[in-house]
């Protein structure tokens, strides 16, 4: 579904060239939910603006659906780390106003929207405005406004690190569900090691500055399950696989970065 091939980013800083990543290759089979971890400034980020057609890549190609992704697409959507809502609408307006302009427009059923308001707990809040609102409420409404888009694929950039971790815990629990019920294919940035294996069917592990994958891991979960993780009793291989991973991003010196920040 997406092809990201030989792709690298450069920026110019103070006149000096500043590679974030570079010869980045990864496929996503449709549906597939893909987590990636590294240090901090590795290139993360910018990794999913180029792929959401938000920044052109410097070197390589992002193919989404077999074309090239030249621009932003609604069939792509972004959940960033800020929640981004507009100040004058309230939160049951900002969580519609994606499908607006999504490829599914005039299916929007507001029965769905107050559906997905309840699931991310903000059934009572649908009528406030988001400076009436915390911080980690006007992210669960950002994520309820991307799933009524309906893309075909999300890219996450730490959606939930300015969520307290009960309420983490029950919304990536609650994601991975909604995603592979949906069939929606994610890429996954997160500092958190168990978000990245209770969300990801496969975690690729980045190194440092100028970020490129290292490692890619499939994660042990029985076939075909649309369950995720239980981390009140993971299974064994999901300790080796944190303990590998904690080896990786040691290795690429980065492991103070990704626990870090
Ligand atoms: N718009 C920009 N202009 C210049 N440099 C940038 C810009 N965006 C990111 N960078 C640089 O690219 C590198 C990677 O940044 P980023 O993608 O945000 O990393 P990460 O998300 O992995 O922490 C950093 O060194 C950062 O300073
Ligand atoms: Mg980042």
């Known amino acids: 579904m997406i092809e990201i091939l030989g792709a690298g980013k450069d920026y110019v800083l103070d006149g000096r060239i500043v590679t974030a990543f570079d010869g980045v290759d990864l496929k ?12 901090s400034g590795c290139g993360k980020s910018s990794l999913l603006k180029a792929v959401a057609g938000l920044e052109p890549l410097t070197r390589g190609e992002v193919r989404f659906q077999g ?48 559906e997905l308001l309840f699931r991310v707990g903000l059934d009572g809040f649908a009528s406030a405005y988001p400076s009436q609102v915390s911080g980690g409420m006007a992210q669960r409404a950002a994520l309820a406004r991307t799933l009524l888009q309906r893309p075909a694929l999300i890219l996450f950039d730490e959606p939930f690190a ?3 971790a009960l309420r983490r815990m029950e919304l990536q629990g609650w994601l991975f569900r909604m995603l592979k019920e ?16 209770v969300m990801g069917d496969r975690v690729a592990v980045m190194t440092g500055r100028p970020g490129r994958i290292c490692r890619l891991y499939d994660v042990p979960r029985p076939a075909g399950a649309a369950e995720p993780v239980d981390l009140s ?19 690429t010196g980065g492991l103070r970065g990704a626990l870090v920040s």
């Open 67 to 114: 074309q090239p992704v030249k621009g932003p697409n609604p069939r792509i959507g972004v959940v960033f780390q800020e929640a981004r809502l507009l100040p004058w609408l309230t939160i049951r307006e900002n969580a519609a106003l994606a499908a607006r302009f999504s490829a599914h427009r005039g299916l929007v059923d507001p029965h769905r929207v107050d």
């Open 182 to 197: 949906d069939g929606t294919g994610a890429l996954f940035v997160t500092h958190d090691l168990d978000e990245a294996l």
């Open 28 to 39: 996503l089979d449709p549906g597939e939910i893909v987590s990636i971890v590294g240090p």
């Open 162 to 164: 300015s969520l307290d």
């Open 233 to 251: 009793s993971p299974p064994l291989e999901f300790w080796e696989l944190k303990s590998s991973i904690l080896k990786d991003l040691a290795a």
